[in-house]
Every structure is written in C-alpha cells, then in structure tokens.
C-alpha cells in the first residue's frame, strides 16, 4: 500500500510536535487553533478515553468532528474492541487513527479496515493507520502487525494511572522499536507520548522520535505559541546535531 499524503506531510516536518487539545482552554479553542496553525504546528491530537480500557472519559466523534482547523487531526483511540468504532472517528474528520495492540484481540483486523477507508476531508491525503503500545507491553507483538501501519507510539507514561509519571525506561523501549522498524524496512512514522514538557524535551528530542505529542505543556504558563517556539526548537536542534 502506498504511503497517504498525510504520512508524507508528517515525515517531511519532522521532528514536530501534535499537540494535545485536552489541555487547551474548551471557552478559547478557536483562538488557540489559530495561534498553533500559525506557529507551524501541523497535527492536533485527540485523546479519546471511554472510561473502561482506562479510567478516564474524555471525547468521542462529535468532538472530533466539531473542532474546525487546516491542521491534521491525530486521533488516538484509548478504548476498548475498537473494531466496530473507527468508522465513527475517520467519518467525523480524523486524518490519523491510533488504535491500542492491548485494546481488543485482533489488532490487524482494525488496521485492515482502517486501510479500506477514506479520508472524508480529503479522499486523496489518505489515512495513517497507527498503533500505540502500553509502558508493559512488550515491543515483540509489533512484528505480525509492521506491514498493516505507518505509524507506532510508544507511551512514555501509563494511561491507566491517575497521574502518570514519565516512565524512565522509554528510551530503551523506544530504541527496540527503531530497530524493529529498521530490520523490517518499513517506513513507519515513529511517535512518543505522554508526559513530554519543556524541562525534558531535549532529552526525548534525543530518542529519535518523529512526532512528539504534548498538551500541558503547549497550553500552561506562556503562549501555546511561545511553547510550541520553545519545544519545537528543542526538537530541531536534534537535526542540527546530526541525530536522526
């Protein structure tokens, strides 16, 4: 299968950042869509929890679909047997679909469907099909699935914890992954998630991640478009050191 153009568009800015929109301000979401479209951020991502495959609740498809921006929506999908629920969310506008290996016991059959659909915002960017792996989950359930995605997520913290903690075990996990990736010869977008800030974004930007995802940190203290600044800048100074 071909890589969509929205695989391209991410792979071509990379090292970048999708920044989670949980943490904006809902009254204000408008304004800070504006300021990050501005700033060269080119994904927001969608934390999507149903309160049973993690604790939390958060948003489903009509939030998805309601939030009007340019920029790609990155949906990742924390919810149990997502099989029969991925239609909702490329229906309601999603550019990526993440969808957990711990999540339900056939992953490839939702990578499969996923790959027979279209993108409703535009047919022609395509839909990047994505998994995302737990702190425990052991890299090695990857293999039978690398042909089926163009993106994996390693958490940097556990979805299931109330307040999650960066896991410091993230960078040899993430280290497997690359070679994974590497020996199969695929061309995979290679993300981290989950307790990224300004205070360790240098180290993370050192792991060799693609996309970074970060919301706290985008929308406390300075301007969501002053931390993108700060955080982007961070992660392409890793280019300009030569570590890819």
Do not use: W
């Not at 990047?128 to 890299?139: E, I, K, Q, S």
């Not at 970060?214 to 931390?227: L, V």
């Amino acid at each position: 299968m071909p890589a969509p153009r929205a695989f391209d568009l991410l792979r071509s800015c990379a090292p970048t950042i999708s920044v989670g929109i949980l943490a904006a301000d809902v009254m204000d979401l408008k304004s800070d869509l504006a300021l990050l479209e501005q700033a060269d951020v080119k994904a927001i991502h969608f934390d999507v929890m149903d309160g049973c495959f993690v604790p939390l609740l958060t948003v489903g498809p009509p939030v998805v679909k309601a939030v009007r921006t340019r920029l790609l929506k990155d949906v990742h999908l924390m919810i149990r047997e997502p099989l029969d629920k991925v239609a909702d969310y490329v229906g309601a506008g999603a550019d990526i679909v993440t969808v957990h290996v711990e999540s339900g016991p056939d992953t490839r059959a939702v990578l499969r469907q996923l790959g027979t659909m279209k993108n409703s915002n535009d047919p022609e960017r395509g839909l990047v099909r994505g998994v995302a792996l737990n702190p425990g989950t052991p890299v090695e359930v990857l293999e039978p699935i690398l042909d089926e995605v163009e993106m994996v997520t390693v958490l940097a913290v556990d979805p299931v914890e109330r307040k999650p903690v960066f896991v410091e075990s993230t960078g040899e996990k993430f280290s497997e992954v690359k070679q994974m990736v590497s020996v199969a010869n695929r061309e995979i977008l290679l993300c981290i998630d989950g307790g990224v800030k300004k205070d360790n974004i240098a180290e993370i930007a050192a792991m060799g991640a693609d996309i970074v995802v970060s919301g706290s940190a985008i929308f406390t203290g300075d301007s969501p478009a002053e931390n993108v600044r700060i955080m982007m800048g961070a992660l392409r100074s890793r280019i300009q050191r030569g570590t890819r």
